[in-house]
């Protein structure tokens, strides 16, 4: 069964770093735009950073300068590292590919203040 699987989040303090990572089964990332989302809340999910197949990376305002978007071929994996974090950076964060779209189960974090 073709899925994305994400882990490294928690709970972090303002300011702190965390890295998040994708897995795939039976997905191979290099032949796929990725990205990460994320959602807090009720709010709509909203975009984190891009990778695509070029290797040209795009990132959200709020992301540009503290979180970079990475991917380890060799491994099969794609990384969010995030830094500075903030307490509205609070959210589930969800890897994604395309196309076809494939979504992962998110994993969470939470910045305290």
């Known amino acids: 069964q073709d899925e994305l699987v994400e882990s490294g989040g928690g709970l972090v303090q303002s300011g702190g770093s965390l890295r998040l990572s994708c897995a795939a089964n039976?997905?191979?990332?290099?032949?796929?735009?990725r990205a990460w989302f994320r959602q807090a809340g009720n709010k709509p999910r909203e975009m984190v950073a891009k990778m695509f197949v070029s290797g040209t990376t795009t990132y959200a305002d709020f992301a540009r300068g503290r979180f970079t978007i990475t991917a380890d071929s060799d491994k099969n994996m794609v990384y969010l590292e995030m830094n500075s974090l903030k307490p509205e950076d609070s959210a589930t964060y969800y890897c994604h590919v395309w196309f076809p779209a494939y979504w992962g189960q998110g994993t969470q974090v939470s910045v305290s203040a």
């Open positions: 039976g997905i191979l990332f290099k032949s796929y735009n």
